[in-house]
């Protein structure tokens, strides 16, 4: 089996390298209507055949679809993101990815204001919301300072 996956990938680096301007995206897609189309048939030869009074077994049909409907949208979000880097632009990438980082920072900031904004609220303090942003941008963790020591 190891060796059947192993010629496989080999054959296919192979073409590609031969045939420059062949797009495997636009091969997929291609296998992919045609699979389509397969299995287009074959869902209508089975209703075709299970027409009659066989309600249950087109019902454990239905099911079984269902069932393989799941398994192939699940492979489909499994794909890792590499290959959705490789579908868009390098800038379209690189713009979400910050993005998220930016609205990661943004949701600490403000975690860390309503956590600074409950203590003084506990302690009987008022802080306006200028001071305790600028006490988070200000502030700093000493916690990593302390494994500079442990050598």
Known sequence: ML??????????SI????????????????FMKDRAQLVKKKW????RDNSGDQFF???EDLG???T???????TTLNRPIVSFGSTVDKWVFSIAVLSRMVGRILLVTFLAMGAIAL????????????????SVLQSSFTGYSCSAHVF
Do not use: P
């Not at 073409?15 to 291609?30: A, G, K, P, Q, S």
């Open 15 to 30: 073409v590609l390298r031969l045939d420059n301007e062949l797009d495997r995206y636009d091969e997929y897609t291609l």
């Open 3 to 12: 060796r059947m996956i192993r010629a496989t990938l080999l054959y296919d």
């Open 64 to 66: 079984k679809s269902l």
């Open 44 to 47: 209508r030869k089975k209703l």
């Open 68 to 74: 393989d409907l799941m398994i192939s949208a699940q």
């Open 57 to 59: 077994l087109n019902l």
């Open 119 to 134: 203590y003084n609220s506990l302690t009987g303090q008022v802080k306006s919301f200028q001071d305790i942003l600028g």
